[in-house]
């Protein structure tokens, strides 16, 4: 069965510092993967997905993450970060299954917070 | 605002009662999706539904049903309400049933 393991719990940066979120999933195939983003009170944003192709994507809010598919790696950059990127940020792959069907696993997200 | 719209936004209720919570989708889009954040089990899937038709089922309780109507509106149905049921239930929708999942901003249910 699919999972998502997001290793880091909680992480605190300095607003304008670089961040990197880490990523790792386990499935059988090459993977869909996704980045959403998840503010106090509010529901899941999407900052941006792999299908295919390029390994670098490019997200909203200046976000972008790399698929490394020899570690099994989706991890989401970003090289300045704003006070407002407080949130909890959720990787998630979804195959495609058997009849057609979809979904999402997620991972336990990473709850980041910005020092200013 | 991802065009998923969901009702209502919140929901007390007590053990043992029935609950219903609606979602509507982005306009076009035929598939609807459900989730369940509680604080134990993170984020997991419940059931999909594509065209009025269930198309992938996850860990949903016998307890909990759902169905799409023609008008592509979704309802959750849970009832014999248990503590544990207390959590976020997100609706998400997209265009076909394997493209990308727009969420809606949640219902967030408390069972006393």
């Known amino acids: 069965a699919q999972s998502v393991t997001q290793p880091d719990i909680h992480i605190t940066v300095s607003e304008g510092a670089s961040l990197e979120l880490r990523c790792n999933y386990s499935?059988?195939?090459?993977?869909?993967l996704f980045w959403y983003v998840q503010s106090p009170g509010q529901g899941l944003q999407l900052l941006l997905k792999?299908?295919?192709?390029?390994?670098l994507v490019q997200g909203i809010k200046g976000f972008e993450a790399e698929f490394k598919r020899s570690q099994s790696s989706f991890n989401l950059r970003k090289p300045s970060v704003h006070w407002s990127d407080a949130a909890e940020y959720f990787c998630a792959v979804g195959p495609i299954l058997t009849g057609g069907g979809n979904k999402l696993t997620f991972g336990t997200g990473t709850q980041l917070k910005v020092e200013l | 605002d991802s065009g998923v719209t969901q009702t209502p936004k919140h929901l007390i209720t007590a053990t043992g009662q029935r609950v219903t919570l609606r979602c509507s989708p982005r306009?076009?889009?035929?598939?609807v999706y459900w989730y369940q954040q509680s604080l134990d089990q993170g984020l997991q899937f419940l059931i999909q539904y594509y065209n009025g038709e269930e198309r992938a089922k996850g860990n949903i309780l016998e307890r909990f049903s759902a169905q799409q109507f023609p008008d592509l509106h979704s309802e959750l149905n849970l009832s014999s309400l248990e503590l544990g049921d207390s959590a976020l239930y997100f609706c998400?929708?997209?265009?076909?049933?394997?493209?990308?999942?727009?969420f809606g901003p949640g219902t967030r249910l408390l069972v006393l």
């Open positions: 499935y059988g195939a090459t993977p869909y």
């Open positions: 306009s076009g889009d035929l598939s």
């Open positions: 792999y299908f295919s192709g390029d390994t």
């Open positions: 998400a929708s997209s265009p076909s049933a394997q493209e990308t999942q727009y």
